[in-house]
């Protein structure tokens, strides 16, 4: 790849193939967002890695989660910002995505009034749009929703902040951590300490609190679990975990008592208590479930015909695919896991960026007579049964050694990869 240029663009200048910047809309640690004019004359986002500011060792790594997130904003959801097209300018990529004239919730929710019902409704379909391709947003929070015009919510931000949660850090070129994944005033209590004491498998109850967070916090007017500052940072933490926040507060902002459930459910500090699916929450809601076309667009996959397979939806080998009948060669169970030279997994999954994913993680078995398929965490290993590090899960619920069954339109998640189950 060419080494990457720094990029000033200014008032005028114009980006790739012809979008002429109209003025700067954000600028983080890894990106910065323009407002463009296209050659069609129409306004566009032009999201701009900056690689010149990264270590080159990071490169790669970056690259391959920014074009995740333009993949992510290929999804046929009217709730997720919308890709266009994918590009590159002096050695860094960029992506050419809609621009939504009214800006984020936070900003606007500052000046104008907001139907805090629609707006849910509208994240919630975003984050089931997500959740059903194996997707988890990670970084949920106000900043992260935007507006378009009729004022229809849609979520953004779901490649470099949203791919990696807190654990990872990238370093700048001087080797200085440059930014910490996760916002911890939306951040679960299994993310900040995770159960086993390794790191967490993000899951998407991990959205779920963050939404609740987030709701808490626009229609209350502040943080749930407290003040939030350097010094207060581990007593905010406390109370998430320990699930004190202030009721009273939003039942006085909440006459109708509509949210005071909601958000309950959505901030339990053990996540095996907290709702499962957004589905429960859009349940709840007045007028409250997803238009049944887009019900069938979320849950639709291929039945099984000849047999089940396995497709990463989110990790180092996006894409690939794993035919499990065709790996079984006449046994019953296949094993899963990250191999290294003295471990070989029938079904091998790649995490190169954080070993979080266990050399036995876990064991994939059919049953003979029935065909289902179950998913076991952990693998026998000489006679003993081994636990993987990190958990197994088929989409919110953990399997343990005596496994749990799975089938087409089920994500399995291991560390941080995301697998969906399809038939063939």
């Known amino acids: 790849m060419a080494v990457p240029q720094r990029c000033d663009f200014g008032v005028g200048d114009v980006i790739g193939s012809g979008f002429k910047v109209k003025k700067v809309l954000g600028n983080g640690a890894f990106g910065i967002v323009y407002k463009v ?9 032009i999201k701009l890695l900056k690689l010149w500011e990264v270590s080159p060792t990071s490169y790669e790594n970056l690259k391959a989660r920014f074009l995740m997130e333009y993949n992510t904003g290929l999804i046929d959801s009217p709730n997720l910002v919308h890709s266009f097209s994918y590009g590159e300018e002096s050695g860094n990529p960029y992506i050419q995505m809609e621009f939504c004239d009214l800006g984020d919730l936070r900003s606007y929710s500052r000046t104008h009034r907001v139907d805090y019902v629609v707006i849910a409704r509208d994240i919630l379909k975003g984050l089931a749009a997500l959740h059903a391709r194996g997707k988890v947003h990670r970084d949920l929070k106000p900043e992260n929703v ?4 009729d004022g229809t919510a849609v979520l953004t931000d779901f490649g470099i902040s949203g791919d990696q949660n807190k654990r ?9 951590p440059q930014q910490q994944f996760g916002t911890y005033p939306y951040m679960p209590p299994e993310q900040v ?7 967490a498998t993000v899951l998407p109850t991990t959205d779920i609190f963050s939404f609740g967070a987030m709701m808490y916090e626009l229609i209350v007017g502040r943080l749930p679990f407290g003040e939030l500052s350097e010094n207060t940072l581990a007593i905010y933490l406390k109370n998430g975990k320990e699930g004190r926040w202030d009721r009273e507060a939003l039942i006085q902002a909440d006459p109708s008592g509509i949210w005071t459930p909601i958000i309950e459910g959505s901030l339990r500090p053990d996540f095996h208590h907290r709702f499962q699916s957004v589905s429960e929450i859009l349940d709840m809601l007045p007028k409250g479930v997803a238009p049944k076309d887009e019900e069938k667009r979320m849950d639709s996959f291929h039945p099984v015909v000849n047999g089940t397979l396995l497709k990463i939806m989110q990790g180092e080998d996006y894409g690939m695919v794993y035919y499990l009948d065709k790996l079984l060669c006449g046994k019953c169970t296949l094993t899963m896991g990250r191999d290294d030279e003295l471990t070989h997994n029938q079904v091998p999954i790649r995490e190169d960026t954080s070993k979080y994913i266990s050399r036995h993680h876990c064991t994939l078995e059919k049953d003979p007579t029935t065909g289902q398929w179950y998913i076991h965490d952990g693998q026998l290993l000489g006679g003993r049964w081994r636990d993987s590090l990190n958990g197994t899960y088929v989409n919110s619920r953990e399997a343990d050694k005596y496994g749990i069954p799975f089938k087409p339109g089920d994500i399995i998640s291991i560390g941080d990869v995301k697998m969906r189950v399809e038939g063939y």
């Open 37 to 45: 004019k296209g050659q069609d004359s129409r306004d566009y986002a």
């Open 146 to 149: 935007l507006l378009r015009k």
């Open 168 to 176: 990872m850090t990238e370093r700048s070129i001087m080797g200085r």
């Open 193 to 199: 300490n995770p159960p086993r004491g390794g790191q």
